[in-house]
């Protein structure tokens, strides 16, 4: 019997009856191109760089799902994709190479087990991200995960939510650190608990791509049970000021550019008054499931107690955080690039519901985590997760580069940046870079363009894809961005110090973590090095890797041929 706990379902098949009937509209010529586009987008149908194949983007609110969704996206993957999908860091499935013809049966299969494409890509309210640990963090002011969920449930098929100037992203935090990242959103909630009432400081227009900016806030605490008449508020100013004729200048954050701060807020005043009076904005929280862990299962034999497996104590030790739960601990499972296929989908299932409650989360890093793994039972787990080919070392380290799928499938991409951050990956594996100090605690971050699909703006080494023409020829370049981040004072951004070709990067990496080691202060973490070293120190440190070109570097890694910048017309605001 599945001891896994209620997974919320998100889905209706009648999103799937309209999809179907625009598409004919579309097939008949009722329906205009550039208006089937900007629909199909909101049901999470988004173009690729290839002609006649979809990306489909599923959403998993809170990154939350359960052997159901798992065997979900693997039977999707297999017959409609690549036989893998791809996790993002905004805890969504991305599954491409669809034809349109197979939209249809693909969204069906996700609706069975309550995954909804609705809302996810266009001008819309996205899906509503969280901490994977909201539920068991020992930090965090108290559980997010009730409102979050409710929050979904608020603003899904919202009369606004798909008719927006731009996409609009929500997110939730449960402690001061910001684990959500909610200051790079337009609308971010982080828990705080004040006079013994729950509730949150509220951030708002925040965001990356070219024009990167910190959220403000909005709200030092409000009471909890006022959030909804705060995210409606925020809502409509959107909706009302953001620019419709400007796709580039039509985020939130434009809207607050244009008004100043004090201008914002009395707009946001003013609108919030009329919210409060209609008194029709309120959530309604959902019951907390009944987290049932399984029994422990322990290794018989020489391999548990004394005798661990091969490997197992390198793992715990990377892999594994205990829980504000007692005897209980998260396991963390490192998917390279993001991806993973359809067999571990499959197999992924029972193992969580063997080892943990039945439940496991999407990290906005691209990983998984398994709640509720009783501790005697982490050897066991390890060498199931082994099993599978999921028992990667080198978690939450420079070795786990987080990208956006780049050049491979993004029509805006001018760079592969998938191929860029394996290539990163399997140089710091070299035996002369797995030892160096700032492998564990760096954070790098790609983009295969400016727009920060990757985040490059708040990583401690991040890169974004450019080129450059010389000799008559086009090198792929990254742009390194130094020193950005995430803490208690919100985003701060990397500061551009030199572009490099792109066969470089890798070794440039090795350079820069080879700086930190020999110059860090002592205590001094890799994330304040960064920080504040100087950009001209880390040129000089790169040495011959800046400037100059050789012959090989005009192909792309992972390419052979000369590299050619083929940026088409992107769909994010389409």
């Not at 580039?248 to 005043?269: D, I, M, N, T, W």
């Not at 594994?320 to 998917?335: C, F």
């Not at 793994?373 to 060498?383: E, G, H, M, N, T």
């Not at 080919?389 to 780049?406: M, N, Q």
Request: aromatic share 8%.
């Amino acid at each position: 019997m599945s001891n896994a706990p209620f997974i919320p379902r998100f889905s209706s098949p009648a999103d799937i009856d309209e999809f179907v009937s625009k598409l004919e509209a579309f097939e008949k010529g009722e329906l205009g191109p550039d208006q089937f586009r900007a629909y199909r987008l909101t049901r999470g149908v988004y173009g690729q760089r290839q002609t006649d194949v979809q990306m489909l983007r599923v959403k998993v609110p809170g990154g939350l799902l359960g052997k159901e969704q798992l065997d979900a996206i693997a039977d999707v993957a297999d017959t409609y994709s690549r036989g893998f999908a791809h996790i993002t860091t905004r805890q969504n499935f991305q599954l491409h190479f669809i034809k349109m013809r197979d939209a249809e049966p693909a969204m069906h299969r996700c609706d069975q087990a309550g995954l909804t494409t609705r809302e996810a890509c266009g001008n819309s309210v996205r899906n509503v991200t969280a901490c994977e640990r909201a539920a068991i963090c020992g930090d965090a002011a108290f559980d997010v995960s009730p409102y979050q969920e409710a929050t979904v449930r608020y603003f899904l098929r919202h009369p606004l939510a798909a008719t927006l100037p731009r996409k609009f992203k929500i997110a939730f935090s449960g402690c001061g650190t910001d684990c959500a990242v909610a200051a790079i959103h337009d609308l971010g909630f982080i828990a705080k608990s004040q006079g013994g009432v729950a509730g949150f400081k509220v951030v708002v227009a925040g965001g990356l791509s070219t024009l990167p900016m910190n959220a403000i806030v909005l709200h030092d605490f409000v009471p909890a049970a006022e959030i909804a008449r705060v995210g409606e508020s925020i809502l409509r100013v959107f909706d009302r000021l953001g620019n419709r004729e400007n796709k580039h200048r039509a985020r939130l954050k434009y809207v607050l550019k244009k008004l100043g701060e004090e201008g914002f807020r009395a707009k946001y005043q003013e609108i919030r008054a009329e919210v409060d009076a209609e008194a029709r904005a309120e959530l309604k929280l959902p019951e907390n499931p009944q987290r049932t862990p399984a029994p422990p299962v322990e290794l018989a034999g020489r391999e548990s107690g004394v005798h661990p497996p091969p490997g197992y104590l390198q793992w715990r030790a990377a892999s594994v955080v205990d829980q504000r739960q007692d005897g209980y601990t998260a396991v963390y499972v490192r998917l390279k690039l993001g991806d993973i296929n359809s067999a571990q989908m499959r197999a992924f299932g029972p193992l969580i519901e063997k080892y943990g409650d039945g439940s496991a989360y999407l990290t906005i890093d691209q990983n998984l985590m398994i709640p509720f793994v009783d501790k005697r039972s982490l050897p066991a787990i390890f060498v199931a997760l082994k099993e599978l080919g999921l028992a990667e070392l080198g978690i939450h380290t420079a070795k786990d580069v987080t990208s956006c799928p780049g050049a491979e499938t993004c029509n805006l991409a001018v760079t592969s940046s998938r191929q860029l951050a394996a290539a990163i990956s399997d140089r710091l594996d070299q035996p002369d870079a797995e030892h160096l100090q700032g492998l564990a605690g760096t954070v790098i971050k790609l983009s295969g363009c400016p727009n920060s699909c990757g985040q490059h703006h708040i990583a401690d080494l991040g890169f974004h894809g450019a080129a450059k023409k010389e000799g008559g020829k086009t090198y792929p370049m990254y742009q390194l961005h130094l020193g950005g981040g995430i803490d208690e004072n919100g985003a701060y951004f990397g500061r551009q110090v030199v572009k490099l070709v792109a066969r470089r990067v890798p070794e440039a990496v090795v350079k820069l973590l080879a700086l930190y080691e020999a110059e860090r202060t002592e205590g001094e973490t890799p994330k304040s090095f960064f920080k504040r070293v100087d950009g001209k120190r880390v040129v000089a440190a790169l040495g011959d890797l800046v400037g100059g070109f050789q012959a090989g570097e005009e192909a792309d890694i992972g390419e052979t041929v000369g590299f050619q910048v083929a940026v088409g017309e992107g769909e994010c605001a389409a």
